[in-house]
């Protein structure tokens, strides 16, 4: 699972939908059910359609769980205490495949390393668990964000698991 290469041609938006896909998968598997994680699933979401990325982060920051290391809402670590850290972590994954990309010149391996680490998390194959060529529909241009993403095309990624 450690071979960034499969990734390679990802936009940013892409990877931020299969981060949270393989959050979604974790959850479902081990029935975590929780409002604030639906919310910060909800958040990083939109990052697929949004035009004003600077002020989409700004939002994430008001949220409960913002996946900047910020200690998880008590009622999820008190539902879910075998889960909370790895779902700490998870969250500050996901977020980081944005938040180190917006304000610098785009490296794809700091994203590509993030992506990697969830799925090591959430014990999901990236590579084999989706098909990464239909993610990779989404053109990451010159900065890795590439334009907002089609409704068509995300309606493509979310029937892909």
Known sequence: MNNLKK???LSIRAMTMLGVLSLEKLCNKNQIVNS???EFINKMLELLTVENIPEWDNECNQIKITGLGDELPEKLVVEYPEYGKNIDEITQNI??????????????KISYSHL?????????GIDTEFDLELFKKHDAGATGWGIEVSNELIEEWKKSW
């Open 95 to 108: 977020r980081e495949i944005s938040a180190s990309q917006i304000y610098a010149e785009w490296n794809p």
């Open 7 to 9: 990734f390679d041609g």
């Open 116 to 124: 990697n680490r969830i799925q090591e998390l959430c014990q999901v």
């Open 36 to 38: 604030d994680l639906k």
